[in-house]
């Protein structure tokens, strides 16, 4: 027996390295892959930050150059922080407006439609993804201009003043933001709500806790996952769009974005424009993070409260 | 070898015994017909086509021809004319800045693979010094000598020994006359309304800083192009003062805005605001401002490193064909400066004097300079600008 083994263990124990190699290389292939054009592109980007700018230099850095911070002091200017201000104010109103649509639509197909259907609800969300961006925004500038459709209602009930459209306002840039950008909040959250085991639900309700409860206590945290993933990534998106601003908001649609584009291309400042792209990746980060925190203490909360009050 | 493609081509779409001639003219009929509603220009196509034909014979000018421009900047029927009658396919890739073009351009260190790159008058000395473009062949371009006189060495490029003008325009005021009912005449009168009651809120600017920063600069009669910081502080604070209060958007096609009432009063160039015109002849007005205005040129160029130079050529000498300058001067609404496109062009042409400046207007007019103008500060000042009318 022992014999037997002993024969057969060197071959199949470097059969089982060669396996174990292979596997590791399959599974970590595609991460180097990522981290190579992921990471390169930001590395390139990190350099050209800390580099003085050179009239006509694009890209790479310029022969003798030294290194220098001058590009991330001149990036808080007054005119970057009063367009990253609204930036921001444009991307929280936009992904708040999304949660607060994007959650009721999710937990209505979820729970009100019959399952056959659920497909073709999720379908009819995408469909309209399936033309082209610029047409859908056009729609959207036709219906909110002056003469527009939805203008004239406006007009009719004397929300807005005779003559006056929505279109190159701030609420239209909130519309084309959330209408962008509602499928990657419904869709997250849709899922969670789907992994939730209607049996909590049921226990909840056989517990003797109203409606509103089972919601608050039982629901909401448990699909806090799909939440949060729907709040980051159409917070992060959103703060970088800077087309549809541009598009619907006219004048009042300028965006971080904008001024890095016209850095990038227009005025040639690549430093500038990286320093820029840089110190907007860092807002993000705390502000997701802080988010995140903020997010977690909301999700307790119902349980901190009734600890409280018991 | 393509020409025999499209052939077979042609024959898969339509029934036996028709030929690419007659094809051409259906397509020149059918295009004739949309064309005459704005263009005017109702040339045979297949004509066209032959002139590329004599041009391509007995040259090799290859399969494709990769042109590097800005949108909706050339007939389609002169596209077609070139690829059926000499051969190359052409493939156009838009930029949306010449900045962001130059970038492209500079990155891949020459073509980019494009075979003929659009470059504005005020980026020409640009392109040549930092070599993105090569030395033309003027033995190809036998057509130059239908280039009017004064549109052949121009300053910034002397003795077209790099680029070939592809056509001029200007910026003007554009404005609904129902609503704005004073005369506009200069950019003192453009300021002045567009503080009025009638025009505040509505108005529309071009979104590229010259032509902001030119609005102070050309109502006093100003050097333009002056780099000067304290001179661009000055006029971004009457900028800010006085007329971003009352902006609405910065457009560079304002015709659709005008259309739908968003805007009543707009800049914009002249080309494209002809549109206008189409579809409601009475209710707008368009001014060639006084006392000053930019003239810029759009031009040619055959970057480093093209594959296709001698396509490249034969295509800018198709251009410079009065035939074939005046159908493209009909559909893009840009004068191209051959000899003989302004007798050319029919008179049922909607608003001919949108296309051909009135007598006196191009003296007027100066061209843009970027060296010298510090770029870097300007499009710093801009974006104060365009971020104090995001704040209003």
Known sequence: MSIFLGAGTPARARRRWIDAGLVWGLVSLPFIVYLVFFAAPVTLIAVQSLTPYVAGQHGGVADGARLTLENYTAVFSPTFRSVFAASLANAFAGTLLCLLIGYPVAYFINTRVPDRLKPWCLVLIIIPFWTSYLLRMQGWRILLGANGEISSILQALRIVEPGEGILFTQSAVLVGLVYNFLPMMILPIYVSIERLSHDHREASRDLYARPWQTFLTITLPLTYPGIMAGVTMVFIMMTGDYVTPELMGGAKGMMVGTLIYSQFLQGENWPLASAMALALVFALVVLVLAMTGIGALLRDMPKVIRRATR | MSNKTTDNEIRILASEGWTRRNFMKIAAMAGGVAALSINGVALAASSLADKAKALGDGA????????????????????????????????????????????????????????????????????????????????????????????????????????????????????????????IKNWDDFFRVAASKAASGRVCLLNDQPSVFGLVFWREGKDYNTGDEKKLREATDILIKDLVPHVKAFDARPVQGLLSGDYVIAQGYQGSCRHIFAQDAENYTWVYPEPQCVVWSDHYAVPTGAKNVDAAHAFINFMLDPDVAAAETGHIGYDTGVEGVIEKLPDDVIRKDLIVFPEGVLDRLIYQKVEGSNPTLRIDLFNEIKAAAARQ
């Open chain 2, 60 to 183: 090799n000018l290859g399969d494709v021809l990769f042109i590097y421009s800005w949108a909706d900047y050339a007939n389609p029927d002169v596209l077609d004319a070139f690829s059926g009658g000499a051969g190359p396919r052409i493939q156009i890739a838009t930029f949306d800045s010449v900045e962001a073009a130059i970038a492209k351009l500079q990155i891949a260190g020459g073509s980019a693979g494009y075979d003929i790159v659009v470059v504005g008058d005020a980026y020409v000395e640009q392109v040549i010094a930092r070599e993105l473009v090569q030395k033309l062949d003027h033995s190809k371009i036998p057509n130059l000598k239908n280039l009017r006189d004064q549109f052949r060495n121009l300053p910034f490029d002397p003795d077209n020994q790099y680029t070939v003008l592809k056509n001029f325009g200007t910026i003007g005021i554009l404005y609904n006359n129902k609503i704005i009912t004073e005369e």
